[in-house]
C-alpha cells in the first residue's frame, strides 16, 4: 500500500521546494528475484510527481478543471540497487527548472529506514491541452506560481536524458495487442506500461542473470488502446540495449514511432 509520510498535506509540505514521499515495495510488485518491478518503481516516481504538483497548486487535479493536464515526455531512472521486498522507499521530487512548454523534475530514491541511496530519476513533463491535445503554456497557470517551486541546488548526480539513437540495424522482435488494462487516466496507453512491455523482450534466463543498471524512454507520439504495438531491438553496447516502439495506422497502413528506449544491464553478482 503507497504510504505519504506524515508531512504530506502539512502548511510546511506544500509550500517546501521538495517534497518527500514514502512507498512499500509489495511483494507482489517484486520480480521472481525478490526485487522491486521496474514498472512499479516508475510508478512510484510517477505518484510522487503528481503528489508533489497537486500540493502545490498545480498538479492533474486542479489541471483537469481547465482543460489541461501533464504528459511524461523523457523519464530516465538509473539505480545502484533495486529494493527487495518490503523495503520502504522514500522518493524525494522537485522541479529543478520550468519553461514555457516544458518542465525538468528530477528524483532521489532511498530505503526511508538506513537512508542508503538506492538510485536517482530524471524526467521531462510537457502540459498539453486536453481538447486539442496541443501543447498548454504551463507558465500561464496560477500566474506561473510552478516558478516558486524550481530548485536549482539540489544534486541528481545522474546524466540527463540522452537522444537514443537507432540505425536500420535494428531487428524487429514482436507485435502485441494493447487493451484496457494499457490505458491510463488521460486516455492513452500508459507511460508505465511501455517499460513493462519493453523489458518483456529479454527472457527470464537473462532477467535472472542481469539487472537494470539505467533505463531512460522518450516518448514520442501518443498511442492508444487496441493499438497493436511492435517492438525493433538494437544492441548499441555490450549489455546495452535501444528498442523502438512503433504502431500502425489501420486506415493507412503507416507506421507510427510511438516511443524509444534505451536499457543498461549490469551483470548480476548476487545470483
Same mark, same amino acid.
Not at 21 to 29: G, K, N, S, V
Not at 231 to 237: D, G, L, S, V
Not at 257 to 269: A, G, H, I, P, T
Given at each position: ?14 509550500? $517546501? ?5 514514502? &512507498? ?37 487535479? &486542479? ?17 545502484? /540497487?533495486?529494493?527487495? #521486498? *518490503? ?17 525538468? !523534475?528530477? &528524483? ?11 538510485? *536517482? ?7 498539453? +491541452?486536453?481538447?486539442?491535445? @496541443?501543447?498548454?503554456?504551463?507558465? $500561464? ?18 546524466? %540527463? %536524458?540522452? !537522444?537514443?539513437?537507432?540505425? +536500420?540495424?535494428?531487428? &524487429? ?8 488494462? +494499457? ?32 533505463? /531512460?524512454?522518450? *516518448? ?9 504495438? $511492435?517492438? *525493433?531491438? /538494437? @544492441?548499441?553496447?555490450?549489455? /546495452?540495449?535501444?528498442? !523502438?516502439?512503433?504502431?500502425?495506422? $489501420?486506415?493507412? +497502413?503507416? #507506421? ?16
Amino acid at each position: 500500500m503507497k504510504q505519504l509520510l506524515t508531512t504530506e498535506g502539512t502548511q510546511e509540505n506544500a509550500h $517546501s521546494k521538495v517534497g518527500r514521499y514514502e &512507498f512499500l515495495a509489495e511483494p507482489f510488485h517484486c520480480d521472481f528475484t525478490d526485487r522491486l518491478f521496474m514498472g512499479h518503481l516508475g510508478n512510484h516516481l510517477l505518484n510522487a510527481a503528481d503528489f508533489h504538483s497537486n500540493e502545490r497548486g498545480f498538479g492533474m487535479h &486542479f489541471l483537469n478543471t481547465i482543460h489541461r493536464t501533464w504528459v511524461l515526455s523523457r523519464l530516465v531512472i538509473e539505480m545502484k /540497487e533495486m529494493p527487495v #521486498a *518490503y523495503t520502504r522507499l522514500a522518493v524525494e521530487t522537485w522541479v529543478k527548472d520550468a519553461l514555457r512548454y516544458f518542465t525538468h !523534475r528530477n &528524483f532521489k530514491i532511498e530505503d526511508s529506514a538506513t537512508g542508503h541511496i538506492l538510485g *536517482y530519476g530524471r524526467s521531462i513533463w510537457a502540459m498539453i +491541452d486536453t481538447d486539442t491535445r @496541443q501543447p498548454a503554456d504551463l507558465l $500561464s497557470v496560477h500566474n506561473g506560481d510552478i516558478l516558486k517551486y524550481v530548485e536549482t541546488d539540489k544534486a541528481c548526480p545522474i546524466n %540527463p %536524458p540522452s !537522444r537514443v539513437k537507432m540505425t +536500420d540495424a535494428a531487428t &524487429f522482435v514482436c507485435t502485441i495487442d494493447t487493451g484496457y488494462s +494499457d490505458v491510463d487516466v488521460n486516455g492513452h496507453i500508459n507511460s508505465v506500461k511501455y517499460i513493462e512491455h519493453v523489458l518483456d523482450l529479454w527472457d527470464l534466463d537473462w532477467h535472472r542473470n542481469h539487472r537494470i543498471g539505467r533505463f /531512460e524512454i522518450a *516518448y514520442v507520439a501518443e498511442g492508444h488502446g487496441g493499438d497493436r504495438l $511492435s517492438f *525493433y531491438r /538494437e @544492441q548499441t553496447a555490450p549489455n /546495452e540495449f535501444c528498442v !523502438r516502439v512503433m504502431k500502425t495506422e $489501420s486506415d493507412s +497502413d503507416e #507506421a507510427i514511432e510511438l516511443c524509444r528506449s534505451k536499457v543498461v544491464f549490469v551483470k548480476n553478482d548476487l545470483l
